[in-house]
C-alpha cells in the first residue's frame, strides 16, 4: 500500500501522534503545511491570534464530527488540513448558511452539492448530512489532487474559487513565462486570503500554546453511529430511542428539515456511539401501522387546507405546524407534507403553545437554574420576562415561566381535579402518542406508571406529570 499522501513535509512525531488520546493533539502533529517565508502569513495569523474565542468556538463545535473526518482522511490517505477547513467555511456548524447559498460544514453550493450526488429536496439537505457531505467533499479534493498534480495551495485555492478560475490563472501566467505556484497566480482576493487562512490555523493547531489559544480535548474515539431507519419516520422516536435530547440529535442530524424522514429521501440517521443497537431493537419491535411517519402532497387548483385535511384525515392544526405555515394560503404545485395521525398529534401538541405559570424567586435562585427546572433555555425565560440573559434576579420578584405537565393536546381527557396530572387511554392510544401529547418521555411515563411492557387497555388511568407521580 502507498503511504498516505501529506500536503508536504515529513512527521513531526509519528509515533507520538499514534498514541496521542486527545484528537486535537494527534491532528496537531499531523500537520505537514509550514509557512512559507518568502510569503509570510502575519496577517491571518494574527486575526486568529486575536480572536481565540473564534477558535476555540470552532474547534469545541467540531466535537461531534472531528473523528469521523479524521477517520475518513486516513482511510483515503489524505492530509489532515482539509479537516481545518471547516472552521474557516463554517466554524463546524452543520447548519451553517452563507448569503450567497453555500450550506453544511462544507459549505457546498446546490449546483456542486448535485454533481457529487447529494441529494437535495423541501424535506432533506444533503450538504448538511455529515456523513454524505464528507464523502462528497473527499471525492472533490481527490479529483482536484489529481487534477492539479498534488499541488495542494492550488487544491485548496480551487475548492474555494473553482477549478476552473485557477486553471485560467495558470494558464494566463504560462503565456506570459510567468511561475504557477499559487503566489505567483492572479487569483480572487478571497481566494489570495483562503489559503494563508488554512496556513495560519496549521501554525495555530500544531502549536497552540505558543500564540495563548486553548484547544478543547476531544478523545480520539468515534462519537456517533449511523442507523438506516429504512423509510418514512418520525424522527421524534429516534429521539427517545437512543436517549438524546431534541437539540442534540438536530445538530447530528441537520439535513433533516423537520424530524421526519420521507419516501425517496436518505434514511440514515446518526446516534450517540453505542446506542444504536437499542434503536435497531426498538425500530424492529415497531409495528408497521405505527411506522408511517409521514408522505408528500402536491397542492392541485382550487385544493384548500381543509379539503386537504378532510381527504388525509390530518388536521389542518397539523398540516400547518408540519410544514411551517403561518396562513391557510397554499399555492398550487406547493409540496405539502401530510404526517401520519400519530405524528400528526405530537406536532399539533408541539404547536400548542404551552400553559404559563408564574415563579417567585428564592434565594439563589438565578435563569440559568430555572431555566433547567423549567425545561425551557434562558434566551426563552429571558423573553417571557422582558430581561436580559445575564439579568440579576432579586428575591420576591414574579417570573412567568412555561407551565409544566399540563395536557396540551386535549386537555378534556386529563382530569381537571388533578392539574392534567392523569390521562384515561382510549383507543388506539400507545405510549408513544400519549408521551407526545404530554410533551414527557416513554421512560417517564412508564417509570412513573410501574409499566414494563407497552401494552396498554382503553380505560386505564395513567400518571402523565412528574408531580402526580410524587403524590402516589
Not at 424522527?235 to 431534541?246: E, F
Not at 426498538?282 to 402536491?298: F, G, K, Q
Request: net charge positive; aromatic share 8%.
Amino acid at each position: 500500500m502507498p503511504a498516505r499522501a501529506p500536503a508536504e513535509g515529513a512527521p513531526a512525531s509519528a509515533a507520538s501522534a499514534a498514541v496521542e488520546p486527545d484528537l486535537w493533539r494527534r491532528i496537531g502533529f499531523e500537520l505537514r503545511m509550514a509557512p512559507d517565508p518568502r510569503h509570510p502569513i502575519k496577517p491571518p495569523l494574527s486575526y486568529f491570534h486575536n480572536s481565540p474565542k473564534f477558535v476555540t468556538r470552532a474547534a469545541t463545535q467540531a466535537r461531534p464530527f472531528l473523528h469521523y473526518v479524521y477517520t475518513e482522511l486516513t482511510r483515503r490517505q489524505l492530509p489532515y488540513e482539509i479537516l481545518l477547513l471547516p472552521i474557516i467555511e463554517s466554524a463546524y456548524n452543520p447548519a451553517a448558511t452563507s448569503p450567497g447559498g453555500a450550506a453544511g460544514i462544507w459549505q457546498f453550493m446546490p449546483a456542486t452539492a448535485r454533481r457529487f450526488d447529494l441529494h437535495l429536496s423541501r424535506w432533506y439537505d444533503g450538504r448538511r448530512d455529515i456523513v454524505a457531505s464528507t464523502t462528497a467533499a473527499l471525492d472533490y479534493f481527490e479529483e482536484l489532487r489529481d487534477r492539479f498534480m498534488g499541488d495542494w495551495r492550488l487544491v485548496f485555492a480551487a475548492y474555494n474559487c473553482g477549478e476552473r478560475t485557477v486553471e485560467r490563472a495558470i494558464e494566463r501566467n504560462q503565456r506570459l513565462g510567468r511561475r504557477t505556484d499559487f503566489w505567483a497566480l492572479d487569483l480572487p482576493r478571497g481566494t489570495r486570503e483562503y489559503v494563508p487562512k488554512l496556513i495560519a490555523l496549521v501554525e495555530i493547531v500544531a502549536h497552540p500554546a505558543a500564540y495563548g489559544i486553548e484547544l478543547p480535548r476531544i478523545p480520539a474515539e468515534p462519537y456517533f453511529d449511523v442507523v438506516d431507519v429504512g423509510g418514512a419516520l418520525d424522527l421524534n422516536r429516534v429521539v427517545d430511542w437512543s436517549g438524546m435530547d431534541g437539540q442534540a440529535f438536530d445538530v447530528l442530524n441537520a439535513a433533516f428539515r423537520k424530524r421526519f424522514t420521507v419516501d425517496g429521501a436518505p434514511t440514515l440517521v446518526l446516534v450517540p456511539h453505542g446506542r444504536a443497537a437499542r434503536v435497531e431493537t426498538m425500530l424492529a419491535a415497531l409495528p408497521e401501522s405505527e411506522r408511517r411517519a409521514a408522505r408528500t402532497h402536491v397542492v392541485a387548483r382550487g385544493e384548500t387546507l381543509s379539503h386537504i385535511a378532510s381527504a388525509t384525515g390530518v388536521s389542518v392544526a397539523a398540516l400547518k405546524a408540519a410544514n411551517h405555515l403561518r396562513s391557510n394560503r397554499l399555492a398550487v404545485g406547493q409540496e405539502l407534507l401530510v404526517p401520519a395521525p400519530a405524528a400528526a398529534l405530537a406536532l399539533t401538541a408541539a404547536a400548542t403553545p404551552a400553559p404559563r405559570a408564574t415563579h417567585v424567586v428564592r434565594n439563589g435562585d438565578n435563569l440559568w437554574d430555572l431555566a433547567r427546572h423549567y425545561d425551557t433555555s434562558v434566551a426563552e425565560l429571558a423573553r417571557l420576562n422582558g430581561l436580559g440573559t445575564h439579568a440579576t434576579l432579586h428575591l420576591g420578584q414574579k417570573l412567568r415561566v412555561p407551565g409544566r405537565g399540563a395536557a396540551v393536546a386535549a386537555p378534556a381527557a386529563a382530569d381537571d381535579d388533578a392539574a392534567g396530572r392523569h390521562y384515561e387511554v382510549r383507543k388506539g392510544d400507545s405510549l408513544w402518542t400519549i408521551s407526545r401529547r404530554f410533551k414527557i418521555t416513554v421512560a417517564d411515563l412508564k417509570r412513573w406508571n410501574g409499566l414494563s411492557g407497552g401494552a396498554l387497555q382503553p380505560g386505564q388511568r395513567l400518571v402523565v406529570a412528574g408531580d402526580a407521580a410524587r403524590d402516589i
